[in-house]
């Protein structure tokens, strides 16, 4: 999707990758050192608003660029949205199949996580060194990331998985 060698220092990327993960380990470390399981836990649903915040401010800057690219590329950015969502799909239905021996709940959840692999850490690493079509590319990616859950919860209230409140858990051995 680059279209060109992208001029990137093994090491430099792998010093992005580890402070942004590393970062990440720390704070949580301290939060949870200096804040207590105990007030975590209390402060679940404020934490989650915050963090649904965050991911509306993620989603924002990813789509920076992506309506511009959509009037003057309409072909290609139908293409590319064609491409990330196969490969989404590709995920989820080849874990669906590989681990047919786990329950379909957990296999939902497998194959979600799969189908919707994590390149927001690696465009992070990356910085600006990566050419306009990457983040374009990234960006789009998006979409099946954000829509998946809805799918998700239409085929399992279909497949009898679901239940008021979300999937049914795996039963217990």
Known sequence: ?????IPLDTMSLVGRLASLVGGGM????????????ERIHRHRASLD????????????AAMDGVLE??????????GMLAVVAGLSTSGFLLIWLVLWF???AERMVLGYATGQ??????????GTSAPQRTYLFFAL??????????VMRLLASRSG???PGGIVPPSSP
């Open 1 to 5: 999707m680059a279209g060109t060698v």
């Open 26 to 37: 720390a704070a949580a470390i301290l939060i949870r050192r200096f804040a207590g399981l």
């Open 49 to 60: 608003g915050v963090a649904v915040l965050m991911y509306v401010v993620f989603a924002v």
């Open 69 to 78: 690219a959509i009037i003057r590329e309409p072909a290609l950015v139908a």
């Open 102 to 104: 786990i329950p379909p």
């Open 117 to 126: 692999r994590n390149m927001g850490l690696l465009v992070a690493a990356l």
């Open 141 to 150: 990616a998006q979409f099946p990331i954000y829509i998946a859950p809805f």
């Open 161 to 163: 998985l679901a239940r």
